[in-house]
């Protein structure tokens, strides 16, 4: 790239950054600039070359005549206008995959929390109430010998069915390209195309929900799927659009589903990270329900993950600036 490069972040200026970010520093004639405010953003955008951060929006990128990459630091990049990019083709677009472990087990805490109905007995215990015993309903179900059905096995995707197998589970899953394997891959059980999402459903006694958002994903978990589903209960840590936000409220209140985990929704507060701001997190009251474990979206916000995005989004800019090619590239055609 030409020289005076300037790489704007997206982020309030912390240690982990500061830890992270030595790399661009030593590439000559580039600055550094932090912003988090949407209106400092539009400020400092106009004569950036590298934009380092999560959502962008058209309007920000159209200002930024010498955009040339945008690279995220987590993996979920549905929030951008593809149609857009596909007319502009000269923004390279990448994301980071460090969360992967960190996902992973907020969906095997989501799951096992459903399975072992472990806040509707912390909530009984709390009134006094022993729910144990010999009737069916008041007993535990294991996961030991069980069917795990992984819908995209990504790089989250693949290290929830490594776990998935360390638990004796049976894992099954579907991935866009089923001849691209991947060392944690290697012990599925058995992988199918996405075209085969029902049957893998029908045939999991648990469901993990794991693809990208893209618009082949949009409403991919439909009622008829739910209705379908061997097992009864289901983990999303995709986005929340992958899975019909209504068909799933109702098969939870209709006794379709015996539970769920949830930790990507519908709703979502306006100021991010505001803690005064309350937001319900869909339009139907999932938050009334006793079979439904509530996440805010915090699977891959754990220290570890932020440290590893960081960097691996710091490093993949310094590629780009020495001309090499990046990692992660997004493929427009496909939003992911």
């Keep these: 790239m030409e020289d005076d490069i300037k790489v704007l972040i997206k982020a309030e200026r912390s240690r982990i950054w500061e830890e992270a970010i030595p790399p661009l520093l030593s590439v000559n004639n580039t600055k550094v600039v932090f912003a988090a405010g949407k209106n400092e953003i539009d400020k400092e955008i106009t004569d950036t070359d ?54 992973s087990e907020l969906s095997w805490a989501l799951l096992l929390a459903a399975a072992k109905k472990v806040l509707t007995r912390d909530k009984a215990l709390r009134a006094g109430i022993w729910m144990r015993g010999y009737i069916e309903e008041q007993m535990n179900v294991e996961l030991y010998d069980k069917t795990l059905g992984i819908i995209g096995l990504g790089s989250i995707g693949s290290e929830i069915g490594r776990v998935g197998k360390a638990f004796g589970m049976k894992v099954i899953g579907t991935k866009r390209d089923p001849s691209h394997l991947t060392e944690n891959l290697s012990s599925i059980d058995k992988i199918y195309k996405p075209d085969r999402t029902a049957y893998v459903c029908a045939e999991a006694d648990y469901t993990i929900v794991s693809v990208p958002l893209t618009p082949k994903t949009r409403g991919l978990i439909n009622r008829e799927i739910l209705k379908r589903m061997k097992g009864k209960i289901i983990v999303n840590v995709s986005r929340g659009e992958v899975v019909d936000e209504e068909a799933l409220y109702r098969s939870l209140t209709e006794g379709i589903l015996a539970g769920a985990g949830l930790d990507t929704w519908y709703n979502y507060p306006h100021r991010y990270g505001d803690l005064t701001e309350h937001v319900f997190p869909s339009r139907f009251p999932f938050h009334e329900l006793n079979n439904v474990i509530l996440s805010p979206h915090i699977g891959g916000f754990s220290v570890e993950s932020h440290i590893l995005n960081t960097k691996e989004a710091v490093n993949n800019a310094v590629r780009f600036i020495k001309g090499e090619k990046p990692h992660n590239i997004v493929d427009f055609k496909t939003g992911y």
Excluded: M, P, W
């Design 50 to 103: 590298i934009f380092l951060g999560g959502h962008i929006t058209t309007e920000q990128i159209k200002s930024a005549k010498k955009l040339r990459l945008v690279q995220f630091y987590y993996s979920g990049v549905d929030s951008l206008d593809f149609d857009f990019l596909r007319q502009h083709g000269i923004i390279t677009v990448c994301n980071t995959h460090a969360n992967n472990h960190a996902v």
